[in-house]
């Protein structure tokens, strides 16, 4: 499980970092409020979603949550994109929303900003924003970058994806669907431990291991439905 902590302020920049990524910093939004995409056409949960590790463990300390609280309202300043550029000087791999996605298409397109400003920096976007058609054009944009990887993440914790999906969760190591690369952080302690996959644009798919006790319960109620 990620432990994530508030490491760095660069004026009212709040990045984070969790001990699961080899200590690559992350800016984030607190989880399924910033999350249109988490719901389903039911007004349900998706099943990834209603496991997800964001609302559970050190993600309710408050400590944790301050930053992602401050940022839903930090974005929106003039001086934002500059800021965040400043922010990344020394950066080699940026991960956007450990928690939290890019709810609103002037944050996304805020972020695309900061993307092309940061051509060192490789960034890795996980999403379920381009479910929303105006979201595209931007997302597109960033997909087009060298720099960037913009997953789409899949709703299923089964393993099932389709071409548009970049990630998606399976029940175990041992149900890696063809396709997919399976993300080994669980033989490594749970860190990335070196590995860069999610960053590389030749990865196609990155399949993840469900982990945690809710996550368990969610797999066991798909696999019953
Ligand atoms: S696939 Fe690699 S980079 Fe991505 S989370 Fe897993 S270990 Fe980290």
């Not at 409020?33 to 964001?54: F, I, Q």
């Not at 974005?75 to 080699?92: G, T, Y």
């Not at 956007?96 to 944050?107: A, E, P, Q, V």
């Not at 789409?152 to 041992?174: C, K, N, Q, T």
């Amino acid at each position: 499980m990620a432990k994530p902590k508030l490491s760095v302020i660069t004026s009212s920049i709040r990045i984070s970092v969790t001990s699961k990524l080899d200590g690559i910093r992350s800016w984030s939004l607190q989880a399924l409020e910033t999350c249109p995409g988490s719901v389903g056409p039911a007004g349900d949960l998706v099943p990834a979603c209603s496991g997800c590790y964001a609302t559970t463990g050190n993600y309710r300390f408050s400590n944790v949550k301050e930053p992602r609280l401050h940022n839903r309202e930090d974005w929106k300043r003039p001086k934002w994109v500059a800021d965040m550029v400043a922010s990344l000087n020394k950066d080699r791999y940026f991960r956007w929303f450990d928690s939290g996605d890019m709810y609103d298409i002037r944050l996304a397109r805020k972020i695309l900003s900061v993307m092309e400003q940061t051509p060192w920096v490789s960034h890795w976007l996980p999403t379920r924003m381009a479910k929303f058609p105006k979201f595209r054009p931007v997302i597109n944009a960033m997909s087009e970058l060298p720099n960037v990887m913009v997953r789409f993440s899949s709703d299923s914790v089964l393993g099932e994806y389709d071409a548009r999906h970049g990630s998606v969760i399976v029940p175990d190591a041992s149900s890696v669907p063809d396709g997919t690369t399976l993300c080994r952080a669980y033989e490594n302690d749970g860190k990335c431990s070196g590995c860069r996959a999610c960053y590389d644009k030749s990865v196609e798919v990155v399949a993840y291991p469900a982990h945690g006790k809710t996550m368990s319960k969610v797999i066991r109620i798909a696999l019953a439905a």
